[in-house]
């Protein structure tokens, strides 16, 4: 839920209308940031910092993209500016908002989409890094349209 409205993301309509745009042609990015533009609100605001990361982890000129580690630093530096809090990548199952959990499975998304196995390597990736692997999975899997 939203910390602000306490209302719940319409994270299942958001991830439909991407499948739908993916489906028509659309590159996975550009389906995200239209789709978040035309939905607007907490969706949209969200967006933003997840995509701005996958950016900088893909880059190969950033500090980021050159982690043995990328993707858990990509997440937990989403998470220290999210909160303004150290990220202690040793524990297994941390609590998460249903934003952090949008955000990193967004990135995750993001960054997987181009591969050949998609939802395979995303959901690979989402097994090895601390935090809520459940709610991630799900919402991946909402991304590639598998139930």
């Known amino acids: 839920m939203s910390e602000k409205t306490k209302e719940p993301l319409p994270i299942e309509a958001f991830f439909k209308d991407v499948v739908s745009k993916v489906e028509e042609g659309m ?4 389906a ?7 939905m607007g609100g907490e969706i ?8 701005n990361k996958y950016q900088e982890a893909i880059f190969e000129q950033t500090e980021l993209s050159q982690q043995p580690n990328v ?3 990509a997440l937990a530096s989403m998470g220290k500016l999210w909160h303004g ?9 941390m609590h998460c908002t249903e934003e952090e959990s949008f955000l990193d499975a967004l990135y995750l998304v993001l ?3 181009k591969s050949q ?3 395979e390597s995303s ?4 097994d090895t890094i601390c935090g809520d692997k459940v709610a991630r999975m799900a919402m991946i899997k909402m991304a590639f349209d598998e139930k």
Not at 32 to 37: I, K, T
């Open 71 to 73: 993707d858990e630093c």
């Open 85 to 93: 809090e150290n990220f202690e990548g040793n524990v297994e199952q």
């Open 32 to 38: 995200v940031q239209l789709c978040a533009v035309m």
């Open 27 to 30: 590159a996975y990015r550009d």
């Open 111 to 113: 960054k997987y989409a």
């Open 117 to 119: 196995n998609s939802l």
């Open 44 to 51: 949209a605001r969200l967006v933003s910092p997840a995509i």
């Open 123 to 126: 959901l690979a990736v989402n």
